[in-house]
């Protein structure tokens, strides 16, 4: 066997081992990052709200389309080699909650970000929580283990805090379902939860 050839081997075998995991893990998962901001919330809510801004401090976004899904606000993320998201929003509450959901019908998966911001004194704390479920068995391992169900919130966080002059990190939350009250409650995460 040819080093090519081997290699190629050791690639399926990973691939296939990756996905026999992504099997067994469950395909809904629940997540919450929260970050202090030195901003007001107003200042936080309209970078957050006002998607046209995007472009100017979030990594990988080149360009967003404002579009209209169902007759709700909806946008098309358009990433770098011309990947298009499509994203509506379901809730606004200025200017404490924001409610968006995926859009794109037969994607591998779908999803929310619910955005919570409180604060006062020029000061903020915005918390964002995921809830998604994601089919592709071999996706559900590269969330958990490589990517983390917390990376995608983390990459927004930290790069709303730079654009904001800020060098504050995000820390990871459990999410607590409590049935009786029919949603999540984000708690802050043991050391032994942090990843």
């Known amino acids: ?38 901003a007001s919330p107003d200042q936080v809510w309209q970078l957050v709200a006002d998607r046209t801004t995007h472009t100017q401090w979030r990594p990988g976004i080149k360009e967003i389309e404002l579009i209209e899904i169902d007759g709700q606000p909806g946008w098309i993320e358009i990433c770098h080699r011309n990947v298009r998201v499509r994203f509506v929003e379901i809730l606004r509450i200025r200017p404490s909650r924001l409610v968006t959901r995926l859009a794109d019908e037969g994607a591998p998966f779908t999803g929310q970000w619910t955005f919570e911001l409180e604060g006062g004194d020029g000061a903020s704390m915005l918390t964002i929580t995921e809830s998604a479920i994601i089919y592709h068995p071999l996706i559900r391992f590269f969330s958990r283990f490589v990517i983390s169900y917390h990376g995608a919130m983390d990459v927004f966080l930290i790069a709303l805090a730079r654009h904001l002059g800020d060098t504050a990190e995000p820390e990871h939350l459990s999410v607590l379902r ?10 802050p995460a043991t050391p032994s939860q942090r990843a």
Do not use: E
């Open 1 to 38: 066997m040819t080093g090519l050839a081997l290699a190629f081997a050791l690639l399926a075998l990973t691939l296939l081992i990756a996905t026999l995991i992504g099997l067994r893990l469950p395909k809904t998962h629940c997540a919450a990052s929260r970050i202090r901001l030195n």
């Open 178 to 187: 409590d049935p009786g009250l029919g949603g999540t409650q984000p708690q």
